[in-house]
């Protein structure tokens, strides 16, 4: 299996959010942020194992998570 390294870019409120989720300290390293994006990849990215297309469904926003980014951005302005 031939694997590839990507490299990304995250917002400050994606990184407060993430060490929140996996109870990290906002100044964690760099490796330990990446192993938490890691593991939001692999256990809830969507993988497609058969060729079969999937139905197009609507998704509402989380309009409480996007509430508690506004403010805490208001709180980090």
Do not use: W
Request: charged share 15%; net charge positive; with cysteine.
């Amino acid at each position: 299996m031939n694997y590839e390294s990507r490299r990304i870019t995250i917002s400050y409120l994606a990184v407060i959010e993430l060490c929140k989720m996996f109870d990290l300290p906002q100044d964690a390293p760099t490796q330990a942020l990446s192993a938490g994006v890691e593991k939001l990849i692999f256990q809830h990215g969507n993988v497609q194992t058969t060729s079969k297309p999937e139905t197009a469904t609507s998704t509402q926003p989380n309009k409480s998570a996007l509430s508690a980014m506004i403010t805490n951005f208001k709180g980090a302005a």
